[in-house]
T-cell receptor, first 116, second 115 residues
């Protein structure tokens, strides 16, 4: 069975500092990997996704993520965070690019706090 | 273009009542997914529907929960005889007919509180 682990429940970063959010997954085949962001009271917005090709993928809002097969990781990074990046971030894995049968499997999320 | 519309945004029910959550997918989308988010948890897949068909309901509790996506109108997630443990945020997502390889678009969710 697939699973996603986000080891950090909360992360606090100063505005302008760099950010890395960790994600490890367990999956039987080559999965699609996703990062979503959820602002308070809102739905989820897709930041980026990976299936194959270049292991460094670029997303919206200046985010990027690197797929490392040997570590089963898909960490999210941003060189310089802004106060508006404060939100909940979810890593997800799935058999298809969209939901498909089985849907997506999500991690428990990392709550990002930005200090002024 | 309207996104995925869910209503109501907030729903309060007493134990034993029924909850009906509605989801109107994005225009042109015929695939709908329901997810549940318990407090301090990630989203858990519940059910995947296409028009008039349930494709995968492996994440649905066996009792009290049902979902439909009729030919006309929104998708409905129905919870009968609600209990406190049903309190959660319920999110709907949709994708176009190409389905499996089209990204999901999520609604803003319905937050159900059972008192």
């Amino acid at each position: 069975a697939q699973s996603v682990t986000q080891p950090d429940i909360h992360i606090t970063v100063s505005e302008g500092a760099s950010l890395e959010l960790r994600c490890n997954y367990s999956y039987g085949a080559t999965p699609y990997l996703f990062w979503y962001v959820q602002s308070p009271g809102q739905g989820l917005q897709l930041l980026l996704k990976y299936f194959s090709g270049d292991t460094l993928v670029q997303g919206i809002k200046g985010f990027e993520a690197e797929f490392k097969r040997s570590q089963s990781s898909f960490n999210l990074r941003k060189p310089s965070v802004h106060w508006s990046d404060a939100a909940e971030y979810f890593c997800a894995v799935g058999r298809y690019s969209g939901g498909g049968a089985d849907g997506l499997t999500f991690g428990k999320g990392t709550h990002l706090i930005i200090q002024p | 273009n309207a996104g995925v519309m869910q209503n109501p945004r907030h729903l309060v029910r007493r134990r034993g009542q029924e909850a009906r959550l509605r989801c109107s997918p994005m225009k042109g989308h015929s695939h709908v997914y329901w997810y549940r988010q318990l407090p301090e948890e990630g989203l858990k897949f519940m059910v995947y529907l296409q028009k008039e068909n349930i494709i995968d309901e492996s994440g649905m509790p066996k009792e009290r929960f049902s979902a439909e996506f009729p030919k006309e109108g929104p998708s409905i997630l129905r919870i009968q005889q609600v209990v406190r443990g049903d309190s959660a945020a319920y999110f709907c997502a949709s994708s176009p007919p190409s389905g499996n390889n089209s990204p999901l678009h999520f609604g803003n969710g319905t937050r159900l509180t059972v008192t």
